[in-house]
């Protein structure tokens, strides 16, 4: 008798369980949405932000950086804030079973005597991965004898590594050209960005589950920039470019980040109407490797990120005198 009574309770508290669980993960959901449609890191000054720490609900981990970014040296004109795609996941899913103090789930019930045939002491847990029916979840109530009560997982570093990259800020491309006011049909372009944000950037998160706490590093590196030219053309670029000196004859300087327009800007978008400004448009985009590393030498790389800039160019015809 006692122990169908104790069934009976069970399961009452189970059902109130599943209605609890059922709100929380629409919630949880609600607020993931929110999460994920709010669009992923935005590049800046790379200053870092956040207040640090995760936490992680069994459904998702919610983190802030934990260590700030390095801004670097230097600065450089132009740029701004601009989007940074690419991204991680911030889902995690728990390991099953994901046993917790029954006490936990309802506060201020131990759950009962243990069941029959059973020698205390020991205690009551409840199994979070247990859905469906009343029944099935009743499964999930289980009696572990003292020191045999089931582990849990800490959260996994490639999950939080991962968060961490979201949590990155990158600077978004500060663009120069040379000539710089207008260009010449025939004549190589030379395309650079400033290089003080060509160097690595790197923030931390921390996730925290019953099995601890984990803390994951995410690092960006510049890899290359693309250019999109504006006349259809595209050049890829392994570094940020070289500057253009205007006190050094140009047979004495080189570049490998340049373009040469064969044909002028007539035609081309203008700003204000005026056909005599019609420009190429030119966009560089920087493409960043990204990797994570966790605090037992486990490590990985992710998705590349991107950052990009948009400029525009006035190209003319080199008009010869005749003499």
């Keep these: 008798m ?17 209605v609890l669980r059922s709100a929380s993960v629409a919630i949880a959901l609600t607020s993931l949405v929110t999460i994920i449609s709010a669009g992923p890191a935005f590049a800046g000054t790379g200053t870092g932000g956040g207040v640090g720490g995760c936490t992680d609900s069994g459904n998702t981990v919610n983190c802030g950086t934990g260590v700030p970014g390095d801004p670097g040296s230097g600065s450089g004109t132009g740029g701004g804030s601009a989007p940074t795609t690419g991204g991680a996941t911030t889902v995690s899913t728990p390991a099953c079973p994901n046993f917790v103090l029954y006490s936990t789930v309802f506060p201020g019930s131990e759950g009962g005597p243990p069941p029959a045939g059973v020698t205390p002491p020991g205690t009551w847990y409840v199994n979070l991965c247990a859905t469906g029916s009343a029944i099935t979840q009743g499964l999930g109530v289980a009696w572990f004898a003292t020191g045999q009560a089931p582990t849990v997982p800490p959260p996994d570093p490639a999950v939080v590594g991962a968060q961490a990259a979201s949590e990155l800020q990158l600077p978004s491309p500060s663009l120069t050209l040379s000539p710089s006011t207008m260009g010449y049909a025939n004549l190589a372009e030379w395309y650079w960005i400033a290089p003080s944000t060509w160097h690595r950037f790197t923030t931390a998160a921390q996730a925290c589950n019953a099995g601890g706490c984990v803390t994951a590093t995410a690092s960006a590196a510049p890899a290359y ?31 490998n980040c340049s373009h040469t ?15 005599n400004d019609a420009a190429f448009p030119i966009t560089a985009t920087v493409t960043w490797t990204v990797a994570w590393s966790g605090p037992d030498g486990s490590a990985g790389a992710l998705p590349s990120l991107t950052t990009s800039a948009s400029t525009s160019l006035v190209v003319a015809q080199i008009e010869s005198v005749n003499k």
């Design 225 to 255: 920039v693309t250019w999109s030219t504006g006349d259809g053309s595209s050049v890829t670029c392994n570094g940020p470019g070289a500057a253009y000196n205007p006190a050094l004859s140009a047979s004495g300087q080189s570049t």
């Design 2 to 18: 006692e122990d169908r009574l104790f069934q009976d309770i069970i399961g009452d508290e189970v059902l109130n369980l599943r």
């Design 261 to 275: 327009y064969t044909t002028t800007s007539a035609g081309q978008p203008t700003p204000d109407g005026n056909p």
